[in-house]
């Protein structure tokens, strides 16, 4: 039987109560996994019409995360990122995504960007859920169809996130 987006949110509220701290994210890790290889889930929730690139499709009510789905039909390659002051959960159902993890090798203030190398490159696969803790800098890079859940602490629309850039010189690790 498909898992609904109401039972994975249900799922997703349990483990977090159970467990607010990273052991807690590594569970809905896990959850993500499991609907990642549903695919009737994916079809319902994962549409190119409804997720063009990205679609809340549950906020909860009391913890305040969202289930987003994301459609990616052509290339896209992402700047370094972190989410603010919230985390995330990357979860592939289509396609591979190429994912580097930055260091801060400058902190900015104001309006001085952070500047960030490349620290470490590997490669999602549909069925795999990585958690992205406060703070942790990433960037992705889809070179074709790509679908994804992202589970996200706090609804990224009302988050302003950090000011990040690459160093120069620095290129993505291998």
């Given at each position: 039987?498909?898992?609904?987006?109401?039972?994975?949110?249900?799922?997703?509220?349990?483990?977090?109560?159970?467990?607010p701290?990273?052991?807690?994210?590594?569970?809905v890790?896990?959850?993500?996994?499991?609907?990642?290889?549903?695919?009737?889930?994916?079809?319902?929730?994962?549409r190119?019409?409804?997720?063009?690139?990205?679609?809340?499709?549950?906020?909860?009510?009391?913890?305040?995360?969202?289930?987003?789905?994301h459609v990616?039909?052509?290339?896209?390659h992402?700047?370094?990122?972190?989410?603010?002051?919230?985390?995330?959960?990357?979860?592939?159902?289509?396609?591979?995504?190429?994912?580097?993890?930055?260091?801060i090798?400058q902190?900015?203030?104001?309006?001085?960007?952070?500047?960030?190398?490349?620290?470490?490159?590997?490669?999602?696969?549909?069925?795999?859920?990585?958690?992205?803790?406060?703070?942790?800098?990433?960037?992705?890079?889809?070179?074709?169809?790509?679908?994804?859940?992202?589970?996200?602490?706090?609804?990224?629309?009302?988050?302003?996130?950090?000011?990040?850039?690459?160093?120069?010189?620095t290129?993505?690790?291998?």
């Amino acid at each position: 039987m498909a898992t609904t987006l109401e039972q994975l949110g249900t799922d997703i509220r349990a483990a977090l109560k159970a467990d607010p701290g990273p052991a807690g994210k590594q569970a809905v890790c896990a959850l993500v996994s499991k609907v990642l290889r549903d695919p009737a889930f994916i079809a319902d929730h994962l549409r190119p019409e409804t997720c063009k690139p990205r679609k809340v499709l549950y906020e909860d009510p009391e913890l305040g995360f969202c289930i987003c789905g994301h459609v990616y039909e052509k290339p896209a390659h992402g700047e370094p990122h972190d989410h603010g002051p919230t985390w995330a959960i990357y979860g592939l159902a289509v396609g591979d995504t190429e994912m580097t993890d930055w260091r801060i090798v400058q902190k900015g203030d104001g309006a001085a960007p952070s500047l960030v190398a490349p620290e470490k490159s590997y490669v999602m696969r549909p069925g795999d859920a990585h958690f992205y803790d406060v703070g942790a800098v990433h960037s992705p890079k889809r070179d074709g169809l790509t679908k994804l859940v992202r589970i996200e602490g706090r609804n990224l629309d009302t988050i302003r996130r950090s000011n990040i850039k690459a160093a120069e010189g620095t290129v993505k690790a291998a």
